[in-house]
């Protein structure tokens, strides 16, 4: 858990996130403590990967259209947290073991030590094996750990960094297409424009054109 953030004030962000997100508190988005089938999200864990999410809509970086669409984006993620983990906790016939517990304190700075490490050398990153010892844990609890804390795999996470990078460095315009590769760590052109394409729809050359 995030220093200085208790359960309490998570839970106050959640209910925010909604409000922040106001296209998805109308009449017709889905209320899920009038359902009867559904579970209270207040009686879930706002687990890692929320936490992440929401410190996100607390610091987004966009302003205006932008910075709706942005909150939109991630209350949707998540809302897909949520649902993941009420679908998690309504199998009754699974094992409590085989369900996602909240990390320790000391598990979960590490996950966080990783995720730093990871984007402070995002054009040249660390291999699995490498980051997993500098923050003492094994390559296979590592794997685990991160995905659970943050909703994706390390390089996962590694590439959407990236490809936020480049979207950033292609609406500045002050690097070329090939020079925005080279910054966030391709050294094949192609291999990043296919990337960015299905990242965002749109080739990095279309994208900046329009930017």
């Given at each position: 858990m995030a220093p200085g953030i208790s359960d309490g004030d998570w839970r106050d962000l959640w209910q925010a996130s909604r409000q922040m997100a106001h296209p998805f508190n109308s009449q017709d988005s889905p209320d899920f403590q009038d359902s009867p089938d559904s579970?209270?999200?207040l009686t879930l864990l706002i687990t890692p990967a929320m936490q992440v999410v929401l410190q996100q809509m607390l610091h987004c970086?966009?302003?205006?259209?932008?910075?709706?669409?942005?909150l939109e984006s991630k209350f949707v993620e998540l809302l897909t947290l949520w649902l993941a983990q009420a679908e998690d906790q309504g199998g009754a016939d699974r094992p409590i073991a085989d369900r996602s517990?909240?990390?320790?304190?000391s598990d979960?700075?590490?996950?966080?030590?990783?995720?730093d490490i990871l984007l402070q050398r995002f054009q040249t990153p660390p291999s699995l094996t490498d980051l997993a010892r500098q923050v003492g844990l094994n390559d296979c609890t590592?794997?685990?750990?991160?995905?659970?804390?943050?909703g994706k795999t390390v390089?996962?996470?590694?590439h959407d960094y990236?490809?936020?990078?480049?979207?950033?460095?292609?609406?500045?315009?002050?690097?070329?297409?090939?020079e925005v590769a080279r910054r966030v760590g391709y050294t094949n052109l192609c291999a990043f424009s296919t990337a960015f394409r299905k990242k965002f729809g749109l080739s990095p050359r279309s994208f900046q054109r329009q930017g």
């Amino acid at each position: 858990m995030a220093p200085g953030i208790s359960d309490g004030d998570w839970r106050d962000l959640w209910q925010a996130s909604r409000q922040m997100a106001h296209p998805f508190n109308s009449q017709d988005s889905p209320d899920f403590q009038d359902s009867p089938d559904s579970t209270d999200p207040l009686t879930l864990l706002i687990t890692p990967a929320m936490q992440v999410v929401l410190q996100q809509m607390l610091h987004c970086p966009h302003h205006g259209a932008m910075r709706q669409m942005y909150l939109e984006s991630k209350f949707v993620e998540l809302l897909t947290l949520w649902l993941a983990q009420a679908e998690d906790q309504g199998g009754a016939d699974r094992p409590i073991a085989d369900r996602s517990l909240p990390l320790k304190g000391s598990d979960l700075d590490r996950i966080y030590q990783a995720r730093d490490i990871l984007l402070q050398r995002f054009q040249t990153p660390p291999s699995l094996t490498d980051l997993a010892r500098q923050v003492g844990l094994n390559d296979c609890t590592l794997k685990r750990q991160f995905k659970q804390v943050f909703g994706k795999t390390v390089f996962g996470y590694l590439h959407d960094y990236r490809m936020e990078q480049a979207r950033r460095w292609l609406l500045d315009r002050q690097w070329s297409v090939t020079e925005v590769a080279r910054r966030v760590g391709y050294t094949n052109l192609c291999a990043f424009s296919t990337a960015f394409r299905k990242k965002f729809g749109l080739s990095p050359r279309s994208f900046q054109r329009q930017g």
